[in-house]
């Protein structure tokens, strides 16, 4: 069983930037998928970012060249830098972590961005 923690949502103005951390409960270096998820208000919950356990990483369109998703195994934490934040960005984030055979979430941390 592995429990993560998400952090770093909050209310900002757009063009500033946040990172989101997910921290693990026990060790990520066997992890072979960890992403980042967001569900806006009544929709439906995408994929923003994803990185695989050798280092491929996939961005959704919306956010390329904008957020950089990261891992640091030392620390069994996940990053979401985000730069640039527009008003569609406003969603609940989740992590996803895939230590086969099982997937794990988190609880979600809002990020708002104002106009």
């Known amino acids: 069983q592995v429990q993560l923690v998400e952090s770093g949502g909050g209310l900002v103005q757009a063009g500033t930037s946040l990172r989101l951390s997910c921290a693990a409960s026990?060790?990520?270096?066997?992890?072979?998928?960890m992403g980042w998820y967001r569900q806006a208000l009544g929709k439906q919950r995408d994929l923003v970012a994803s990185?695989?356990?050798?280092?491929?990483?996939n961005y959704a369109d919306s956010v390329k060249g904008r957020f950089t998703i990261s891992r640091d195994n030392t620390k069994n934490t996940l990053y979401l830098q985000m730069n640039s934040l527009k008003p569609e960005d406003t969603a609940v984030y989740y992590c996803n972590i895939v230590i086969v055979p099982y997937g794990y979430w988190g609880q979600g941390t809002q990020v708002t961005v104002s106009s």
């Open positions: 026990r060790s990520i270096v066997s992890s072979t998928y």
């Open positions: 990185i695989s356990q050798g280092g491929k990483i």
